[in-house]
């Protein structure tokens, strides 16, 4: 179901989202703005597309017994504002008023601690397969109403998670078209 007319209600949530509530998540520092927009890229497991493991890391209800892998990441508390699944369906974590704890240790424009000013968009995929059109079609309309609810967040202010923790994180991958995203978004 793709939706181009996205709205972000009074308590930061998008209206029109599936609401899976993180615990992960805690208030930003008093009279912090929301300035950037940071994209990422999640498969659980690995390569593997679909399924319920995305929403139970994010909500700390992964098994670390379904996977080999999830027993390195179940203890993990991390969270996005948002994911857009490989058929455009948009799940909200964490409200846009609170701090998710999806970018880590960071860097953007001289300061650290992304999470305190910025917006974390997971896209279901990996850094070397192609995103689908809908996840494009659903992150321009997410963050056309981003930007228009929160103004810090131009163009200039849109990034991966490889470039606020280079060396550290590589997502969303060289597969991610940026050029197509910001044509999107205009």
């Known amino acids: 179901m793709l939706n181009k007319n996205w709205s972000i209600n009074h308590q930061g949530w ?3 989202a599936r609401h ?3 615990p992960f998540f805690n208030q930003r520092p008093q009279g912090e703005p929301v300035s950037l927009l940071v994209v990422h890229g999640i498969s659980l497991p690995p390569g593997q597309f679909g399924g319920p493991h995305i929403d139970e890391l994010f909500t700390g209800k992964l098994d670390p017994q379904v996977h080999p892998y999830f027993a ?3 203890h993990l508390e991390v969270s996005a504002h948002c994911l857009i699944r490989r058929d ?3 799940v909200q974590y964490v409200s846009f008023l ?3 704890w999806h970018a880590g240790r960071s860097q953007f424009d001289g300061r650290e601690n992304c999470n305190d000013f910025s917006i974390g968009i997971e896209l279901e995929g990996t850094d070397d397969s192609d995103y689908s059109d809908a996840q494009y079609q659903q992150l321009a309309a997410v963050t056309r109403v981003i930007q228009q609810t929160y103004p ?3 163009a200039e202010r849109i990034t991966g998670h490889s470039d606020i923790a280079p060396g ?3 997502d969303p991958g060289s597969a991610f078209d940026w050029a197509l995203y910001r ?3 205009k």
């Open 14 to 16: 998008l209206a029109e």
């Open 20 to 22: 899976c509530p993180s």
């Open 72 to 74: 390195e990441i179940a």
């Open 88 to 90: 455009g369906e948009v």
């Open 98 to 100: 609170d701090r998710a």
């Open 152 to 154: 810090a967040v131009t």
């Open 168 to 170: 550290r994180k590589t």
């Open 183 to 185: 044509n999107l978004t």
